[in-house]
């Protein structure tokens, strides 16, 4: 996999919505499954969203891995979970059995928290 990801190169469309205080709101394609266990029993129910917080400092230790290039894909998943909000049903380990398109989107989600706003040039 090219390890030089572009998350304007992931069409978005349809699939995020904006939060509240910057966050965003990744609805999912294929909605991932996750084990409850509460008073009346176990059961399973479907996550159809995702929510991800604005990064903050320390988020960005978890990029260090990303830089050498080794460990991509992996580093990402870290990056992606360290960002999911107010869902603590939502790990590593549950980011990584999401789909792979679903995947891709989260990412551009996340790394689009980087993007620059297009700058316009003058007519002049």
Same mark, same amino acid.
């Given at each position: 996999m090219d390890v030089d990801f572009d998350p304007s190169d992931v069409d978005l469309t349809d699939f995020v919505? =904006?939060?509240?205080?910057?966050?965003?709101?990744?609805r999912l394609a294929y909605p991932i499954e996750?084990?409850?266990? #509460?008073g009346s029993g176990?059961?399973?129910?479907?996550?159809?969203?995702?929510?991800?917080?604005?990064?903050?400092?320390? =988020?960005? #230790?978890?990029?260090d891995s990303l830089a050498s290039g080794k460990a991509v894909m992996a580093g990402s998943r870290k990056f992606v979970a360290a960002l999911v909000f107010g869902d603590n049903? !939502?790990?590593?380990?549950? !980011?990584?059995?999401? =789909?792979?398109? #679903?995947?891709?989107?989260?990412?551009?989600?996340?790394f689009g928290f980087f993007q620059k706003p297009s700058q316009k040039t003058s007519d002049q």
């Open positions: 919505e =904006d939060g509240e205080k910057g966050r965003k709101v990744l996750v084990n409850i266990t #509460d176990s059961h399973v129910e479907e996550v159809g969203h995702i929510e991800f917080r604005r990064p903050i400092a320390r =988020d960005l #230790d978890l990029l049903r !939502i790990n590593e380990r549950k !980011i990584a059995d999401m =789909d792979a398109e #679903d995947m891709m989107r989260a990412m551009a989600v996340c």
